[in-house]
């Protein structure tokens, strides 16, 4: 339980100087699948900002944009005026500043890197009230804290990034259908670099000869050349829309088990032609497929389900073979999987993406035997060399992270000198005690514990 | 700081060399758990309840903890969430049976066992209480028992202590729900166990592993209070409602 305030900028201070000991998180939309936007017994601050106060630069190709505004809003407003986000997750139900404190990735990883790589300069409220610009070129070691950062450095309060010029609202989009996962690792390895956006979805429930098939999504933004006259008549048309809503009338244990999910799954994968190219797709056709279904968690009913997702170097493909394996033959449906090849990552302690392959996993959060499934997906993951998405993460323990992320002192110095206090708080840092303040005193922390006066 | 599977990261037991107790927390310890804290009043007995638990990746501290000693309460479950950080499961599990035909007749006997089955256990859960509330998550399990839910002649001191405390508990619980934490009372039969060593087992005796097992599996749903075994909530709503000398006449050892 914790207290919630939805506040304009200029009264953030006072709210963070009243706030009780159990710290002060600030936080986007909520989107995150674990506790990252959970701050219990302690202040979540949700940030107020319209997006008719962006500021967009034509020269430069450059917005600035409150922390507030979600990507959403963003893109009514951008895409109309020919330019695109940098980068886009899998729902556009997230804010800015969200996407700076997740360092957000997309389907153009392996060529545009995450978030963090376009951005130029950040506004941060510090835990003493106190206001800075950040950037690559000013305080370089805070700027990289906060990109990734899940928001324990300060209160990201405006964000200037770089846009992506279009021509169009319309992505082509080029779909291909892999029998099998040595199939669809090798398409993907040697077409990916060809294009801006790829990702695959995965049938986790094929076994055998069909282990790891998919479904490759590849596209570009689509030039004006390629609309028809019709299209071509408002080719910035954008309209994002849901077409549907779950009601709230579901079982506690969902509409999806085996059985929904198998037949789902067998007929998504029969759809899909074999290979189809230049297909005409939306912006959110394209990228937010999810958002088009209101609510569409309710599907997996009260009990709720788990993100989990990885990222394990390129020569590590046995080992995301052996966790699909592992994950197919446990019973846990798994309604969307989805494979990306990541790209370099950038100089962020914390940010998630690192070259190799990311796979997401959806998985009932009572399913039988769930805890010791995750253990042992966590253990094939680190003995990888991979790690964890802090953003997704729900389950994994402190030392995982300290495995995964090896540059995690680094940051805790970082975040210490900007917080000596311990101000910044959220569920997801006291559970894998990120922070200085959090590793406590415990034996096993004691490896972190950093200079804390 | 729990996990979206229940798992617990830091457990507290205040009983810690109780049967019952500790067969709870090594049910309650998985994987993800990296700290336990028994806090007993005979620590080198305590020693023996760690070395059982111990594995790799577990720390397992023994604190001194002394019932009775309500003014050092607060103190002590603080101290415990500096060290730990916050407590995600406490297991209140201390008491004495004492010597009825003692307690019965003696009013100092009489009165210390209360203060230690009844007073101390209030304290101290009021005490674990401030803290889940501060946290804004955690949960309590209380051991109560079927001798609160009727008292007997055989050992009213005890009895009656647990009566008070469960009726503490269905109040205070209830009341530490609107504030985010959880509290689940078990109400456990006659159990096999060291407090009970030498007396003549009731009907439906169970053992501390099977009261634990029930005790865990009720923390993953949301049940509020349990019995140990089950079939006990039927027994004792027969039970409750007895004419007073058809009561007398049973044979409930």
């Known amino acids: ?453 | 700081m729990n996990n979206a599977v229940g798992e617990v990261q830091t457990i507290l037991l205040l009983g810690g060399t109780s049967d019952i107790g500790t067969a709870i927390v090594a049910r309650a310890v998985q994987p993800y758990t990296r700290t336990v804290v028994l806090a007993c009043r005979d620590t080198a007995k305590g020693e023996h309840s760690a070395a059982a638990l111990r594995r790799d990746g577990l720390t397992v501290e023994v604190v001194a903890f002394d019932g009775a000693d309500t003014a050092g309460h607060q103190a002590l479950i603080d101290g415990v969430a500096t060290r730990h950080g916050d407590i995600d499961l406490a297991v209140v599990a201390f008491a004495a049976l004492g010597d009825p035909d003692i307690t019965r007749q003696d009013a100092q006997a009489a009165a210390a066992l209360t203060q230690v089955d009844f007073v101390g256990a209030v304290s101290s859960i009021v005490a674990v209480g401030n803290r889940l509330r501060e946290q804004g998550h955690g949960s309590i399990v209380v051991l109560s028992s079927v001798a609160g839910e009727r008292v007997r002649a055989a050992n009213p001191a005890y009895g009656a202590s647990k009566a008070g405390l469960d009726g503490f508990c269905q109040g205070y619980g209830d009341w530490l729900a609107e504030q985010g934490a959880r509290m689940l009372v078990v109400r456990p039969g006659f159990v096999h166990s060291a407090m009970t060593d030498g007396m003549k087992p009731a009907p439906f005796a169970t053992t501390p592993d099977k009261v634990a097992e029930v005790t865990v599996k009720a923390l993953r749903g949301r049940r509020r209070t349990v019995w140990a075994p089950p079939v006990l909530q039927l027994v004792f709503s027969a039970l409750r409602h007895l004419p007073g000398p058809v009561w007398r006449r049973l044979p409930l050892s």
């Not at chain 1, 805890?371 to 094939?380: A, G, I, W």
Request: aromatic share 6%; proline share 6%.
């Open chain 1, 1 to 453: 339980m914790a207290e919630m305030l939805e506040l304009p900028d200029q009264e953030l201070a006072a709210a963070l100087a009243a706030a009780n000991q159990r710290g002060v998180l600030a936080r986007g939309l909520g989107r995150c699948y674990g506790d990252a936007a959970q701050n219990a017994g302690g202040l979540v601050l949700r940030l107020q900002g319209a997006v008719d106060q962006a500021l967009i630069d034509p020269v430069a190709a450059t917005a600035t944009v409150p922390a507030g505004v979600s990507i959403d809003e963003l893109l009514h407003h951008i895409v109309p005026r020919g330019w695109f986000v940098p980068v886009t997750a899998g729902t556009r139900l997230i804010t800015v500043g969200g996407a700076v404190g997740s360092d957000i990735h997309g389907k153009n990883h392996h060529v545009d890197g995450s978030f963090g790589n376009h951005v130029v300069s950040l506004r941060l409220m510090l835990a003493d009230g106190s206001v800075v610009t950040v950037a690559p070129d000013r305080d370089p070691e805070l700027f990289w804290a906060t990109i990734g950062g899940m928001g324990l450095t300060g209160i990201v309060l405006a964000v200037t990034f770089r846009l992506l010029p279009i021509e169009t609202s319309r992505m082509s989009v080029d779909t291909r259908r892999m029998p099998d996962l040595d199939s669809l690792l090798a398409e993907m390895s040697s077409g990916d670099d060809a294009v801006r956006y790829s990702v695959a979805w995965v049938d986790m429930l094929a076994r055998g000869r069909s282990l790891g098939r998919g479904v490759l999504d590849r596209g570009e933004h689509a030039s004006l050349a390629q609309l028809s006259e019709a299209q071509a008549a408002a080719p910035l048309a954008y309209r994002a829309r849901q077409l549907v809503s779950v009601p709230p009338v579901i079982p506690p244990s969902g509409l999806l088990n085996h059985l929904t999910v198998a037949a789902f799954n067998e007929f998504w994968f029969r759809k899909t032609p074999t290979h189809s190219t230049g297909h005409l797709k939306s912006i959110p056709g394209f990228f937010h497929p999810l958002d088009m279904v209101g609510d569409w968690n309710r599907l997996y009913g009260a009990n709720g389900f788990l993100q989990y997702q990885f990222v394990v170097p390129f020569g590590a493909e046995q080992t995301l073979r052996a966790v699909i394996e592992r994950v197919a033959t446990s019973g846990a449906a798994s309604f969307l999987a989805v494979l990306k090849r990541c790209g370099a990552g950038n100089l962020a302690p914390l940010s998630f993406p690192t070259p190799g392959w990311t796979l997401t996993l959806d998985i009932p959060a009572r399913a039988g035997g769930v805890v010791e499934l995750l253990h042992e997906l966590d253990r094939m993951v680190l003995d990888a060399g991979g790690r964890h998405y802090l953003a997704k993460d729900a389950t994994t323990t402190p030392e995982a992270i300290r495995r995964g992320y090896p540059r995690l002192a680094e940051w805790q110095a970082v975040q210490a000198r900007v917080d000596p206090g311990g101000r910044w708080q959220s569920d997801l840092a006291r559970r894998l005690r990120l922070t200085v303040s959090t590793a406590g005193t415990s034996a096993s922390a004691g490896a972190n514990r950093g200079g804390l006066s």
